[in-house]
C-alpha cells in the first residue's frame, strides 16, 4: 500500500509538472506571437507593425488631401492671396515654400499626382508641367514649357517633400 500511494504522488508530481510546462510553453508561444506581429523600437517599447506601417504609407484620404491642398494653393498664389503654409497637409522648408510659390504664380500651370499603386505606397510624385508666353509675333506665339516633379514621402504621419526636380 505504500508503494501504492509513493506511485500515485509520483504520478500525481508528474502530472502536476507536465500540466505548469504545458501552460507555460502556451504562454511562450502567445508572446512569441506578440512579437511577431509587433515590431520593437530602439528603446525596446513594442510596437505595432501595422500602426506603424499605416503612418509611413500614403492612403486614399492622403491622396485627396494632397490634390485639394494643391488647388487652394494654386488658387491662392494665382490671386494673390498670402497662403498659410503652417496649415498645409504638407511640412514645407521656407526654400520649398518659395519654389512652389515661383512655379504657380504668373503662369499656366497643371498638376498632377502620381501615385505608384503598391501595398504600401510611402512615395507619390506630384508632376507640374507650365507654360507661359514669351512672345506674340503676328504669325507665331513662343511659349516656355518647365517641368517640375517634387517627391513626396511621409514619415510618422507627416507629409514632406524629399526631393525637387525640374527642367525648363
Same mark, same amino acid.
Given at each position: 500500500m505504500q508503494q501504492h500511494t509513493k506511485f500515485c504522488k509520483t504520478v500525481i508530481k508528474l502530472v502536476f509538472l507536465l500540466l505548469i510546462t504545458l501552460l507555460?510553453?502556451?504562454?511562450?508561444?502567445?508572446?512569441?506571437? &506578440?512579437?511577431?506581429?509587433?515590431?520593437? &523600437?530602439?528603446?525596446?517599447?513594442?510596437?505595432?507593425?501595422?500602426?506603424?506601417?499605416?503612418?509611413?504609407?500614403?492612403?486614399?484620404? &492622403?491622396?485627396?488631401?494632397?490634390?485639394?491642398?494643391?488647388?487652394?494653393?494654386?488658387?491662392?498664389?494665382?490671386?494673390?492671396?498670402?497662403?498659410?503654409?503652417?496649415?498645409?497637409?504638407?511640412?514645407?522648408?521656407?526654400l520649398q515654400e518659395n519654389n512652389i510659390s515661383y512655379i504657380f504664380n504668373d503662369r499656366f500651370c497643371e498638376n498632377e499626382l502620381i501615385v505608384l499603386r503598391k501595398d504600401c505606397t510611402k512615395t507619390i510624385l506630384l508632376e507640374v508641367l507650365c507654360v507661359e508666353e514669351i512672345i506674340k509675333d503676328k504669325d507665331e506665339e513662343h511659349v516656355r514649357e518647365e517641368?517640375?516633379?517634387?517627391?513626396?514621402?511621409?514619415?510618422?504621419?507627416?507629409?514632406?517633400?524629399?526631393k525637387i526636380d525640374g527642367a525648363g
Open positions: 507555460s510553453c502556451k504562454k511562450r508561444n502567445n508572446q512569441l506571437n &506578440d512579437y511577431q506581429n509587433k515590431g520593437v &523600437d530602439g528603446v525596446g517599447v513594442i510596437k505595432d507593425k501595422e500602426t506603424n506601417r499605416y503612418k509611413n504609407c500614403f492612403s486614399k484620404d &492622403d491622396v485627396q488631401l494632397l490634390n485639394k491642398h494643391f488647388r487652394e494653393l494654386k488658387i491662392a498664389i494665382r490671386s494673390n492671396i498670402d497662403y498659410d503654409f503652417s496649415t498645409a497637409p504638407i511640412k514645407y522648408t521656407s517641368y517640375y516633379s517634387y517627391t513626396l514621402e511621409k514619415n510618422n504621419n507627416v507629409i514632406f517633400i524629399t
